[in-house]
């Protein structure tokens, strides 16, 4: 769907992710006329791959299960995230108009929450919670956006088992790491498997979906239910400035005029590896990047805004969302980035860096395990590590893209995704790890384990 001529709205919102949508809901649900452009043919952006993971402090669900928090506590705990970038307006306005913004949207739209138990990034440090901050789009069937379905990305496949999605909030992770032992879980897990194969033989893909699809499906239906136009293969090429004002929209074969304004919510830069050697050292000396986002992510509405004296600091300690992840081998050759989200803090699970040593708390969040391990391979040409455990984890808990019993591992181990070996010896020799590291750090991990400790980390 593209714009056949020039057309004017109130508002122009550049990207069809979370941000983008959300902006052209609330512009509607205000009386303004609004159209989305989104260069890719399908919508949802970044929000379509991601967790789909708010952090609103004080929202309803944190209130309704009687969680204590407070407006200072948020603030405080800002203060320590932002540090020298922390502006006091700006994280107010935050604070205040979440909860705000959660209770707008599941009272005026498809977009409905659910609380985690997810904590905060840094629980322990001032103003920090274990619980209730952190919200997430409740599960729907995108059976309901009826003819668009065909135009909403798909979720990231890694994190999708033969193209079913679950997650952590809900019963399915449960069940399925159950299904051998239990027979409820194994009837559970029989059901939905028959209703995920049902849905892909009839709409082409499984409907059932969470996480970020969640929230991109819910706001599109949104988007659709309001018939705000949101064009599809449509590229922003340009923003029109008169008069010093930026006006409008340039598309191909048409010009989008923008009466109060134009958004620019087309998410980083994740693919654009000229800025990323600007701002990662560990890129500009040769090593490798690899992002689980669309590939599209090559910060266009940056350099839109540049054109026109916008300015888009890069130099921020966090202005990437590091996460470790791993190279899923494909069968036509490449690979695909798997997120290490869930695996890398199950029990018997350590990450070593080739020299056998330990980096990190493996169970800190995972941008902590990101950074943790760009500063371990400071001046080193590869910015990888390990993760490492016996055979008996890796069949309870699954490792990576590789699954628990009983999917078979036999195929991880043939594409060379998964390193195995009798010996901690054999493993190294395999993996590539310095042999005297590994055995002097599992030596000092299990001495300590076995009385609940980690005075390393």
């Known amino acids: 769907m593209q714009p056949e001529r020039d057309e004017a709205f109130d508002v122009v919102v550049v990207g069809s992710g979370a941000g983008g949508m959300s902006t052209a809901i609330t512009a509607k649900k205000n009386g303004l006329s609004?159209?989305?452009?989104?260069?890719?043919?399908?919508?949802?952006?970044?929000?379509?791959?991601?967790?789909?993971?708010?952090?609103?402090?004080?929202?309803?669900?944190?209130?309704?299960?009687?969680?204590?928090?407070s407006r200072d506590d948020a603030i405080t705990y800002m203060k320590q995230e932002t540090g020298n970038y922390y502006s006091a307006e700006a994280v107010e306005a935050f604070i205040d108009a979440g909860p705000e913004m959660v209770d707008f949207f599941e009272r005026e739209t498809a977009v409905q929450f659910v609380p985690t138990l997810y904590p905060d990034y840094h629980p322990d440090v001032p103003g920090g919670v274990d619980v209730g901050r952190s919200i997430l789009a409740a599960p729907f069937d995108t059976s309901a956006l009826g003819r668009n379905l065909g135009r909403l990305r798909p979720p990231l496949s890694t994190i999708t088992f033969m193209g079913m999605m679950f997650n952590s909030s809900n019963a399915d992770i449960k069940h399925f790491f159950n299904a051998t032992k239990n027979p409820a879980s194994f009837a559970y897990v029989a059901r939905r498997m028959v209703k995920h194969f049902s849905e892909v033989a009839r709409y082409g893909r499984g409907v059932q979906v969470t996480s970020g699809n969640a929230l991109a499906a819910r706001l599109a239906k949104s988007v659709f239910d309001l018939d705000i136009p949101l064009y599809t293969e449509t590229p922003a090429e340009e923003l029109i400035v008169e008069d010093g004002r930026v006006c409008g929209v340039r598309v191909p074969g048409a010009r989008l005029t923008a009466r109060k304004g134009v958004v620019i919510a087309t998410g980083g830069f994740a693919h654009d590896i000229e800025k990323l050697k600007k701002a990662y050292p560990h890129l500009a000396r040769g090593g490798e990047h690899f992002s689980p986002v669309p590939e599209a992510n090559t910060g266009d509405g940056i350099r839109l805004a540049e054109a026109v004296g916008g300015h888009a600091p890069i130099e921020f300690n966090d202005?990437?969302?590091?996460?470790?992840?791993?190279?899923?081998?494909?069968?036509?050759?490449?690979?695909?980035?798997?997120?290490?989200?869930?695996?890398?803090?199950?029990?018997?699970?350590?990450?070593?860096?080739?020299?056998?040593?330990?980096?990190?708390?493996?169970?800190?969040?995972?941008?902590?395990?990101?950074?943790?391990?760009?500063?371990?391979?400071?001046?080193?040409?590869?910015?990888?590590?390990?993760?490492?455990?016996?055979?008996?984890?890796?069949?309870?808990?699954?490792?990576?893209?590789?699954?628990?019993?009983?999917?078979?591992?036999?195929?991880?181990?043939?594409?060379?995704?998964?390193?195995?070996?009798?010996?901690?010896?054999?493993?190294?020799?395999?993996?590539?790890?310095?042999?005297?590291?590994?055995?002097?750090?599992?030596?000092?991990?299990?001495?300590?384990?076995?009385?609940?400790?980690?005075?390393?980390?």
């Open 34 to 69: 609004v159209a989305i452009v989104e260069k890719e043919p399908v919508f949802g952006g970044t929000t379509a791959f991601s967790g789909g993971v708010l952090w609103i402090p004080l929202n309803r669900h944190a209130r309704d299960a009687g969680i204590a928090d």
């Open 319 to 457: 202005t990437s969302a590091w996460m470790p992840v791993s190279k899923v081998p494909q069968r036509g050759g490449g690979f695909r980035a798997f997120p290490h989200l869930l695996d890398r803090y199950k029990p018997g699970i350590i990450a070593v860096l080739k020299n056998g040593r330990r980096f990190t708390n493996e169970s800190e969040s995972y941008h902590d395990v990101g950074a943790a391990l760009m500063r371990a391979c400071e001046g080193q040409a590869e910015t990888a590590a390990w993760l490492i455990c016996d055979h008996p984890t890796i069949r309870k808990y699954g490792l990576g893209f590789a699954k628990p019993a009983p999917v078979p591992l036999a195929p991880h181990i043939a594409n060379g995704y998964v390193k195995k070996g009798r010996s901690l010896a054999e493993l190294a020799e395999a993996a590539g790890i310095d042999r005297a590291g590994l055995e002097a750090t599992v030596a000092e991990y299990n001495s300590h384990a076995g009385k609940g400790e980690d005075p390393a980390f």
